[in-house]
């Protein structure tokens, strides 16, 4: 029987340079209880990842713990940066309309309205992968505050590159495009 691609990656992750420990992949009840208790869906490449094998230890999220402060905090993190933007930086995105005067009252619009937006599921770190559209191949964003890069155009290109894997493949040409978390826009925004 031939390995999966996720099997293979796997194989490779233990061996790179930057080396990844693993625990045993994810059950479905295990996906189901997660994707449950933390209101999204892993999406598919992620989910097939995950169950092949999950990686542990700090900074990546360990989806079995009972512990779930920690992945609530990691989930929140691109929340609380923009929120830190709006305050501090004069952060606002044209299509929020007017921004109230108050901040109080400008960070609880932003808060609300990016309720609306794909959640970003943490896959190490500041590393994070929108749950919408729930298909293979979204991207991998870097997100710091309002600071918002590709890190990967998809999960396996993400590996290679944070862990130095061999094999890397040409960037495409487009990257699958995300409602809300436009690259392109947030740094010209962020840099205007």
Not at 83 to 109: C, H, S, T, Y
Request: with cysteine; charged share 30%.
């Amino acid at each position: 029987m031939k390995p999966s691609r996720w099997s293979v990656l796997v194989e490779l992750l233990k061996n790179a340079k930057q080396s990844v420990a693993f625990a045993e992949g994810l059950s479905d009840s295990e996906v189901e209880r997660a994707e449950e208790r933390y209101e999204f869906q892993f999406p598919p490449d992620l989910r097939e990842f995950l169950q092949t094998a999950m990686p542990k230890g700090s900074p990546f999220p360990n989806w079995r713990s009972e512990q779930q402060s920690e992945i609530r905090d990691m989930l929140r993190l691109p929340i609380h940066g923009v929120l830190f933007d709006v305050e501090r930086n004069d952060f606002w995105l044209p299509e929020w309309g007017p921004k109230p005067i108050q901040i109080a009252d400008a960070k609880m619009v932003a808060e609300e309205l990016m309720g609306k937006a794909p959640r970003l599921i943490p896959v190490y770190g500041p590393r994070m992968i929108p749950d919408r559209p729930c298909l293979a191949g979204n991207p991998v964003f870097s997100v710091h505050q309002t600071d918002l890069v590709y890190w990967g155009f998809d999960l396996d290109d993400y590996f290679r590159h944070e862990f130095g894997v061999p094999e890397l493949k040409p960037w495409p040409t487009e990257i699958r495009r995300i409602e809300f978390w436009d690259v392109d826009r947030w740094q010209s925004l962020r840099w205007r």
